[in-house]
């Protein structure tokens, strides 16, 4: 039984579908990488899983139990974890409010994830005071990143984390994510750096039209000669 499953997940927006019975799992400490053309419904698998979308077909289920009729603010009481791709901060707000409000769930004292996440991001801490809208794309993700964390997430999704950032943020960000899973929290990414992704990655879907097309790990997909040849240039 995996950790986190949207099984057969088929839906869309209005009349139309756009997952067409699609299977996306991660397990604890798993990265788990979901890649494909643009329009393939990479994103919107996300977003089925966390309750953004109503399914016709399919469940999902978290830690055994059927999450599917649970809204997104539920599944984040749940132990589920979400960073859109854009509008992921609050720009009038500073560094350290923003991950402030990460925690708007808990009771308990923050100040110990506080400074987790700040060993984890040091610029943040440097810029904790300053608003975060006048950070750089990168220093932005790593607000977003670190909001999520604040709700101490056992399951953390992110939608195109790299989007528009450059190849050493980039980096940098991937080394991030591994660090995050290596201390047990599942990380489920959507991600159209495919290649890179699938670096990182213990498990990877290759999603094409809302379907399944290849499941695997990252490494037996990046040996693969049709996944290299049509998703990854060659």
């Known amino acids: ?3 986190l499953i949207g099984e057969n997940m088929t839906g869309g927006y209005g009349g139309s579908d756009i997952l067409n019975g699609c299977t996306i799992a991660v397990e604890q400490g798993e990265i788990a990488v979901i890649v494909g053309p643009n329009g393939a419904g990479k994103s919107t698998a996300m977003k089925a899983i966390f309750g953004m979308l109503n399914l016709r077909h399919g469940q999902v289920r978290f830690k055994g139990a059927d999450i599917t009729a649970l809204s ?3 599944r984040v009481l749940a132990g589920m974890g979400f960073v859109p791709q854009t509008h992921n901060v609050f720009t009038s707000m500073s560094v350290e ?3 402030e409000m990460g925690a708007f769930i808990r009771r308990d004292d923050i100040r110990a ?4 996440v ?18 750089s794309g990168g220093q932005r993700q790593q607000v977003a990143v670190g909001r999520a964390l604040m709700t101490q997430p056992q399951v953390l999704m992110l939608d195109e984390p790299t ?6 943020v980039m980096d940098e960000l991937f080394d991030r994510i591994i660090e995050i899973a290596r201390t047990g929290i599942a990380i489920l990414m959507v991600e159209q750096n495919a290649r890179q992704a699938l670096n990182i990655a213990d498990k990877g ?3 094409v039209q809302g379907s399944n097309r290849f499941t695997d790990s990252g490494a037996a997909l990046m040996a ?3 996944v290299r040849r049509s998703f990854l240039g060659g």
């Open 72 to 74: 997104p603010q539920q």
């Open 163 to 168: 989007a528009g950032v450059s190849p050493i």
């Open 205 to 207: 879907y290759v999603l």
């Open 97 to 99: 409010e923003n991950l």
């Open 118 to 135: 700040y060993a984890l991001f040091p610029v943040l801490k440097e810029k904790r005071r300053q608003p975060a809208g006048q950070l």
């Open 113 to 116: 994830s506080l400074e987790q």
């Open 224 to 226: 693969n000669p049709e």
């Open 1 to 3: 039984m995996s950790f």
